[in-house]
């Protein structure tokens, strides 16, 4: 498809022009990002020439700080400097297995915890926003001017709450977010590409806080999930964690304070990386108390110390085997992903497990953050060699509804391919009832109590019938983002009560909204400027894909459909030269009811010209 | 509107048969999703990007429909104007029942006893008994026969793969730490 090949009549042709687009990986202890120029995918560097952004912010007297000068502080000003906050996205101060490792003031809210730091209570989203700004800024400064999409990674096992909270730090860091990609998909894309590699593989990605396993099938440029599994809060933060509680056993310290405990942590990290090439590595600090704490970790013990974590890591990949239908012989290559994998322990206890030592030949810290790039530069539409490839993910874990007795009942099951919709059909239990209660929950367990709540809500406005007269259809989607949308619709007698909720993570559209406005407080010309120019954007973007739309398929439309469209088009083309934003939105929206049949009748000869026209010669050679 | 009238054969190019090409299902399916998966529209309009959604997501649950034995043939006989679901009438033959109960128990008793090998073989039986329905079912479905005649074995084949997911459950169990 020549989607943007085709100028419009009269314009200059801008086949060339480049949008600019990046990939950035969201970590937990440390962010990057990178873009597509010309050739592979690059990390871009600070001034400095360093790659990655420590993903620590501060909230300083004076001011935000992010990266590196947020992390000279931490042990300082633990109690206002964040560190590993992705821990904390979409997570309520019950979910916390140890809140006390954390030296924050935490403050509950329905949802999503909150920080209390020196510069007012702050949600984990706008923390993961100040790293996402930083990112962005360096992005535009390395590529001279705004950036116009981006690709953020998230952990494949990273439920609905979490993918929305990172959506919506995105938002609030003021990025045009194209899509939010899965690590392990990412590393095997960049993977892949390099090694023109067929088969399935098994990415291993253990993160500073998360561990993902995916199994992916890779055929002819389709990168398909098979299963994914992993654990959300595991990662080399809890290795460093062990470290220092080796230290304070075999030293026998005291309680510690924050700033202790944050300079200990600090020292076993340093203790641990220094251990992926040494046999022994010497951890000496000097506590507030004036206490020296002097001790040596050796390889042998540090390995011994550990070996629950490096454990708990294998179950989930026995678990992915098993979904997807596969024993260990069937894996052709494992990849390493995210950097605590350096760690000889975890390397050794993957080869074991997989029977075959795991792929090295790329860098564990950069290489998701190159396959977002890849994707992005391929969703915003500049086209690069080789660009035939497609990624087809799963959906981590089940989606389901609470049925009676505090069970739950999957609608969705876990390694469904996304996008995916399915209805379930419901009934009344109770004459004349007029409402249902829709709870949504997401996860494995068959008690509602074992499973993660994404949202509640009625539907009301039933017809009084008899019991189980009634005929609700409940269907949940699941998009390109592996976020859901849940509908629920009563359509017996006609009179349809329909209601459509993206399940919360604590925080409301509104209260996005006014962290948005926060954002700009300082200048409210620069809101309003800002809204004109996206809306401005939107227009280009689609009269440049309705023109292209118009210029191959126009002989679906009659006379006056085409009319109806033109019309549309000229309408927009005006608007978009004045300065009025609402009145551009209302002439893109009109222009969008007005090609709605059109591009449905597109996507269905798309289907028919799959399987005939020039796909099919490949067709009939892979079924050779 | 896409064409949501096609059924799930004809959108892969397929005959109508319960015996299928596999490869050939993986292939139609690639080359589908290569067309209408919305990372192909990212540049489209929101009503390509919905319209690309939703043609996707229906390529996705065909594909899920025809490559497990039960669903398509669930889906053969719905095509017939035939409900097989199991959901929708449980009574299965005597005969049957009786041989799933022994099993069961079986497995109940091997997994108390953390007996990986008797699961695993009990897992095999099934496996094995699936197969023999399943080409059972292809001389009733692909044949002359009257289609309402696979509607017991097509109900037994979903019970076997309910059985058989359980089977995985319990082996699953025994992976994990006695503690953990």
Known sequence: MALFEIAEPGAAPLPHVRRRAIGIDLGTTHSLVATVRNGPAVVLPDAEGRPLVPSIVRYAPAGVEVGYAAMAHQATDAGNTIVSVKRLMGRGLADLADARRFPYRFVDSPGMLRIDTRAGVKSPVEVSAEILRALRERAELALGGPVEGAVVTVPAYFDDAQRQATKAAAALAGLPVLRLLNEPTAAALAYGLDNASEGVYAVYDLGGGTFDISILRLTRGVFEVLSTNGDPALGGDDFDHRVMCWIIETAALPPLTPADARRLLIASREAKEMLTGHDAAPIVATLSSGDAVNVMLTKDLFTEITRTLVQKTLQPVRRALRDAGLVVGDIKGVVLVGGATRMPQVRRAVGELFGQPPLLNLNPDEVVALGAAV?????????????????????????????????????????????????????????????????????????????????????????????????????????????????????????????????????????????????????????????????????????????????????????????????????????????????????????????????????????????????????????? | MLDFNRNHFELFALPLRFAIDTHALEAAYRALQGE????????????????????????????????????????????????????????????????????????????????????????????????????????????????????????ELRFLVKAAEDLAALEAVLDEPVDG
């Open chain 1, 375 to 624: 994707q992005a530069n391929k969703l915003a539409g500049n086209r690069d060699r080789d660009d035939d490839w497609l990624l087809l993910d799963v959906v981590p874990l089940s989606l389901g509804l609470e049925t009676m007795g505090g069970l739950t009942e999957k609608i969705i099951p876990r390694n469904s391919t996304i996008p995916v919709a399915r209805m379930q059909e419901f009934t009344t239990f109770k004459d004349g009832q007029s409402a249902m209660a829709i709870h949504v929950l997401q996860g494995e367990r068959e008690k509602v109590a074992d499973c993660r709540s994404l949202a509640r809500f009625e539907l009301r406005g039933i017809p009084p019938l008899t019991a189980g007269a009634a005929r609700i259809a409940v269907t949940f989607a699941v998009d390109a983002d592996g976020v859901l949308d849940v509908t629920a619709r009563e359509s017996t007698t006609g009179v349809e009560a329909a209601v459509t909720v993206k399940p919360s993570f604590g925080l409301s559209d509104g209260e996005i909204a006014r962290m948005l406005r926060d954002s700009f407080a300082h200048a409210a010309d620069d809101m309003t400027a800002r809204a004109l120019a996206e809306a401005q954007v939107d227009a280009d973007r689609m009269l440049a894909a309705t023109d292209a739309a118009l210029a191959q398929d126009a002989d679906l439309l009659h006379g006056d459909e085409r009319a109806a469209i033109d019309a549309a088009l000229a309408d927009v083309r005006i608007a978009r030269g004045g300065e009025d934003r609402a009145r551009l939105a209302a002439a893109i929206e009109a222009l969008n009811r007005g090609t709605e049949a059109f591009a449905g009748r597109r996507m269905d000869r798309g289907v028919a010209r799959a399987l005939t026209g020039r796909r099919l010669d490949a067709v009939l050679e892979e079924r050779r």
């Open chain 2, 36 to 155: 209408v998966h919305p990372d192909r529209h990212a540049g489209g309009t929101p009503a390509d990007q919905r319209a690309a959604l939703q043609a996707s997501a229906l390529v996705n649950e065909a594909y899920r429909t025809l490559r497990s034995p039960a669903s398509r043939a669930e889906y053969l006989l719905s095509l017939h104007g035939i409900d097989a679901r199991i959901e929708t009438d449980t009574a299965l033959p005597l005969d049957f029942l009786e041989r799933q109960l022994e099993r069961r128990e079986a497995a109940a008793d091997a997994a108390a006893a953390r007996d990986a090998p008797a699961l695993e073989s009990a897992l095999a039986d099934v496996r094995a008994e699936s197969r023999a329905l399943e080409s059972r079912l292809a001389a009733l479905l692909d044949g002359a026969a009257d289609p309402a005649l696979a509607r017991t074995p097509v109900r």
